[in-house]
């Protein structure tokens, strides 16, 4: 079974940083894109960063130039990591993955979610 465990998250004042890393365990034959996604309170989820296989990113509008995504093929994980942090960052984050499975087959998965809360 392919699951992805995130940590990292945490409570962060504002113009401070966290970083969040998502590791993809089980039978992958090969991870495509990477990403983070987020929730907040009485919101859709929406589309932090992606990251391809090699290494080509995307970010949404409101977190270019205080977040990057970053991924070590080797460990099967991608982080995200977030500076000049802002009460408006405060949401879940979940991370997702597209993977490959040994047996040809593709499939999304998403991890369970980690908490960021930042305080004015």
């Known amino acids: 079974q392919v699951q992805l465990v995130e940590s990292g998250g945490g409570l962060v004042q504002a113009g401070g940083s966290l970083r969040l890393s998502c590791a993809a365990s089980?039978?992958?034959?090969?991870?495509?894109?990477m990403g983070w996604y987020r929730q907040a309170p009485g919101k859709e989820r929406e589309l932090v960063a992606t990251?391809?296989?090699?290494?080509?990113?995307k970010y949404a509008d409101s977190v270019k130039g205080r977040f990057t995504i970053s991924r070590d093929n080797a460990k099967n994980t991608v982080y995200l990591q977030m500076n000049s942090l802002k009460p408006e960052d405060t949401a879940v984050y979940y991370c997702?993955?597209?993977?490959?499975?040994?047996?040809?087959?593709?499939?999304?998965?998403w991890g369970q979610g980690t908490q960021v809360t930042v305080s004015p």
């Open positions: 089980g039978r992958i034959f090969s991870l495509n894109v």
């Open positions: 990251i391809t296989s090699g290494g080509s990113t």
């Open positions: 997702n993955a597209e993977y490959t499975h040994y047996t040809g087959s593709s499939y999304k998965i």
